[in-house]
């Protein structure tokens, strides 16, 4: 995720990082969704 953020071009936070979107996602598995197009995210 924060790979695919950078290329996006978005602007870090301070709960951007990786321990923060493992608690996420721990949490709650289904909390980010991501998008395809052509082959594209």
């Known amino acids: ?3 695919l953020w950078g290329a996006a ?3 870090s936070t ?3 990082d ?3 979107i493992a608690t996420l ?3 709650d ?3 980010l ?3 395809e197009q ?3 995210l």
């Open 25 to 27: 996602l721990a949490r």
């Open 9 to 11: 071009g978005s602007v």
């Open 18 to 20: 990786l321990q923060s």
């Open 14 to 16: 301070c709960t951007d």
């Open 29 to 31: 598995p289904r909390a």
């Open 33 to 35: 969704l991501l998008a």
């Open 1 to 3: 995720m924060l790979g």
């Open 38 to 40: 052509n082959g594209e």
